[in-house]
């Protein structure tokens, strides 16, 4: 056997096991979708599953989006995931540019601290935030759910990364040409973070849309509940008896997350491919 045949089979190999654990991961999720169009599901779920129900029906899609509490819900998800994402993107570009490219004094230690950050989960930092923003009169308000969420140790090392990665002759010829760090930053290392920018863009989306315990902390108030607590209240009032429904709120509910990375994928695919280059 030659080599080009030895590789055509173990690419061959390769493909059927990616392809059979994907559908294995897509299964659930098809179920979901499947289980959504199915009106008897909401007097039983069916059993065992299927994954095409008997009579397809947008029964339940249709009493979805006429409801005005997930209206709602989506308008208080898409405030507060859009001002985080902003703030947390902006915030991580610029802290990163600063610890790869900068000079400045003690800068190996903080970013030390920034990386420390990582080893501290939110369930220890619940109730000392909730006093600060307790003693501040910022709950059920959107706040709480913002603030916390500018200074991101993850996409702060990821940018450092990135920008490690990009020559720093572009620093240096902008330097002589009288350029000032900010200028240098927002017109010849920013238009470069395209690809790192859209990968922290899906992955503060998903933290931010997907935030339930700090959420359900915070936000008393039903007007100003989000997606992820709107759809926990609908499944513990309803449990099983209407499954239908609930699994239909569930495939609306992460319809924005797949819209975004569908848009965004190639960007990803870029940011991925580009870290194997190494700036001089």
């Known amino acids: 056997m030659d080599q080009k045949t030895s590789e055509r089979i173990s690419n061959i190999v390769k493909f059927i096991i990616l392809l059979v654990c994907g559908t294995l991961l897509m299964m659930p999720f098809v179920w979901m979708v499947s289980v959504g169009f199915d009106r008897t599901a909401n007097i039983t779920m069916p059993f065992p599953p299927r994954l095409i129900p008997e009579t397809i029906s947008n029964f339940n899609y249709g009493i979805v989006f006429e409801n005005g509490r997930l209206i709602k819900s989506y308008i208080n998800s898409g405030i507060v995931t859009t001002s985080s994402v902003f703030l947390q993107v902006s915030a991580s570009l610029l802290a990163g540019y600063a610890f790869s490219k900068g000079n400045f004094k003690y800068k190996r230690l903080l970013f030390i601290l920034v990386l420390c950050t990582l080893m501290i989960p939110m369930e220890p930092r619940l109730i000392p935030l909730y006093t600060l923003f307790n003693s501040f009169n910022l709950l059920n308000t959107f706040w709480p759910l913002i603030l916390p969420t500018v200074i991101n140790g993850m996409l702060i090392f990821l940018c450092k990364q990135f920008f ?44 931010s849309w997907n935030d ?6 915070v936000l008393n108030n039903q007007d100003l509940h ?15 008896s209407l499954g239908g429904l609930t699994m239909a709120l569930a495939t609306v509910s992460i319809l924005p997350i797949v819209v975004l990375y569908l848009f965004l994928q190639r960007y990803i695919i870029q940011s991925i491919a580009l870290s194997g280059v190494k700036g001089e």
């Open 164 to 207: 490690d990665q990009l020559p720093t002759t572009l620093r240096e010829a902008a330097q002589i040409d009288g350029a000032g760090e900010f200028r240098i930053f927002f017109t010849v290392y920013l238009p470069l973070a395209g690809p790192i920018a859209a990968t922290m863009v899906i992955l503060s989306f998903i933290w």
């Open 212 to 217: 339930f315990m700090w959420p359900l902390v």
């Open 226 to 240: 989000t997606v992820p607590l709107y759809l926990a209240s609908f499944s513990l009032e309803n449990g099983t």
